[in-house]
């Protein structure tokens, strides 16, 4: 009974419980009128919603604490062996002599028939300004290539199209081939993923839930022929994940283990760096949290190399080739929105200074009526590309003077910007459907028309795609499925796992959720709520690796 009650045991419960009865409470407020007027808008609101937070607590106290005696108690359980039938002894048989293979191909065989309705892809407006930007810069000579999207992702884009028009004199096949080698590098990093499982001996009911997951869930689905840049991250960082266990347990590598992991643990890297712009934080956070905790100098090394190469890319690779750097405006979502409601709910507090220094950088005037409290993208496109560092300081400076007038306007302005990410209800998560993707082609058939490219969907499976898109969506609009289509699901069980590993005092699974926990700062920093779950994306994506990782050590 005493290890039950312990301060850690205390703690790992009763702080997420706080957190979630928080954001349950705040979070529906948000999301009914985009402030906390409903909290705290009157006593009578703030004692009805104290009562309902103390409800809310008590409840996931108790229901966290259950939770973790019934992981602890089956961490603890030996099972037996199932007697599976013949076709799925056959299948295990199969995936632990080959196990990469036999999960690549059961993935190209369970996703064969989405891969054909949704050739050549599905599209973004991310995507449409990077095809424009590239054909405008490489071949047109008109513009400059832009570092606002990864351009390492951009050049592959543009290159595939490129080569289709070249083999097969269709852009549209180009398309179609660079998402098929982006679905077999995420089956790829899947299936790397079941090798390592199967070495720390994970049950075969969980290899079978992993599965099922990467080809049931909603957005896992939608999201694997998506032609974004979210998708390649998540699956370098998954790679990057497997071999970061790797590196911080196994000691004795044969010659040939030692050079294809070191090759992987490379190759994620690299991904991570040139796939995402924070990549490279990413890379450079983890490894110097690691290094605290293991005092391995291989991680001081590899922040080094990080950074080095950061500047060495920004500063010199980029400009020699003429490649626009990435706007600062994307790391001011906060500061930004903040301003803009501030403006909006009390713009005659505003002094002739102050006014002045947002002017020189935002458009002042437009800024109450662009504010959208979920998404920072209409504020963020005023900003002034031209602005200086003296400019920013200035900004910063009456930023900061009207903090201290009203700091509950921004306080509910970066609330209403990371709500969703927290709270398990409202805007179920964004579906990149086949009808907006069908627009952005349309899109880029009238921007690059000068080009001679065309992009389309085969006419012969529209009625398939549509048919296939509604039953899935509606399957997952069900009562209790309908979690995983929210962003919140995914990053509480992210958190309440964090706590968990508290618990059980693993440090390495702790290790292992950091470069996670970072990419949730980031989405907390970022232009949206949660509802563009691609952003949050390489969390879902990655959870399995690091939820099995560390149970596998629990039950052994």
């Not at 957005?219 to 790679?239: E, I, P």
């Not at 690299?270 to 924070?278: L, N, S």
């Not at 209800?425 to 579906?431: A, C, D, H």
Request: glycine share 6%.
């Amino acid at each position: 009974m005493k290890k039950y009650i312990s301060i850690r045991n205390l703690i790992s419960c009763v702080i997420p419980a706080f957190f979630f009865a928080a954001f349950m409470v705040l979070g529906e407020s948000f999301y009914k009128d985009n402030s906390w007027d409903l909290v705290f808008g009157s006593p009578e609101l703030l004692k009805a919603s104290i009562l309902q937070g103390i409800g809310y607590f008590l409840l996931f106290s108790v229901g966290i604490a259950i939770l973790f005696h019934l992981l602890d108690w089956l961490s603890e359980r030996k099972h037996g062996g199932h007697h599976w039938p013949q076709p799925v002894r056959f299948y295990l048989r199969l995936l632990y002599r080959h196990p990469i293979a036999t999960t690549f191909f059961t993935l190209l065989i369970l996703y064969l028939p989405y891969m054909i309705y949704s050739f050549p892809g599905i599209l973004t407006s991310d995507t449409v300004a990077q095809l424009e930007n590239s054909y405008a810069a490489l071949l047109a000579g008109t513009s400059r290539l832009k570092n606002h999207h990864p351009v390492v992702h951009t050049l592959l884009l543009y290159g595939f199209t490129r080569f289709g028009e070249f083999a097969f004199h269709s852009a549209n096949i180009g398309l179609g081939l660079f998402a098929l080698v982006q679905i077999c590098f995420l089956f790829f990093s899947i299936s790397w993923l079941m090798q390592f499982l199967l070495e720390h001996h994970v049950s075969a009911r969980c290899l079978g839930l992993v599965l099922l997951f990467y080809v049931l869930a909603p957005r896992m689905r939608n999201y694997m022929f998506l032609l974004v840049k979210d998708t390649w991250f998540a699956g370098f960082l998954l790679l990057f994940l497997v071999e970061l266990y790797r590196i911080l347990t196994v000691q004795n590598w044969s010659s040939a283990e030692k050079w294809q992991h070191r090759g992987m643990f490379l190759l994620s890297l690299v991904g991570i760096f040139y796939f995402r712009q924070e990549g490279v934080y990413l890379i450079i956070l983890t490894s110097l949290v690691v290094l605290i905790f293991t005092r391995r100098r291989f991680f001081l090394r590899l922040a080094a190399f990080a950074f080095a190469g950061f500047l060495l890319y920004t500063q010199v690779i980029l400009p020699a080739c003429s490649v626009k750097a990435s706007n600062p405006r994307e790391m001011l979502s906060i500061p930004f929105q903040q301003t803009a409601r501030y403006l909006r709910d009390a713009g005659d507090d505003v002094t002739p200074e102050e006014k002045a220094a947002i002017s020189a950088i935002l458009d002042y005037e437009d800024l109450p009526e662009l504010y959208n409290p979920n998404l920072s993208d209409p504020v963020k496109a005023t900003y002034d590309d031209e602005t200086g560092l003296d400019e920013l300081i200035t900004y910063f400076q009456a930023w900061y003077q009207m903090l201290l007038r009203h700091p509950d306007i921004y306080v509910q302005a970066t609330m209403n910007n990371l709500y969703g990410y927290f709270y398990p209800g409202g805007f179920t998560t964004k579906l990149y459907s086949y009808d907006n993707s069908a627009e952005h082609l349309n899109e880029l058939n009238e921007n690059l028309a000068d080009y001679g490219a065309s992009f389309h969907y085969p006419a012969v499976f529209d009625s398939v795609r549509q048919k296939l898109e509604t039953i899935r969506e509606s399957i997952f609009q069900l009562p209790g499925l309908v979690y995983l289509n929210y962003t919140a699901t995914y990053i509480w069980m992210l958190i309440l796992w964090f706590f968990y590993c508290i618990r059980r005092k693993n440090q390495k699974g702790l290790l292992l959720l950091t470069p996670l926990m970072i990419v949730l700062l980031v989405c907390i920093a970022g232009p949206t709520y949660g509802w563009y779950f691609r952003y949050a994306y390489s969390i879902a994506f990655c959870l399995p690796a690091v939820i099995l990782t560390s149970w596998s050590e629990y039950r052994q």
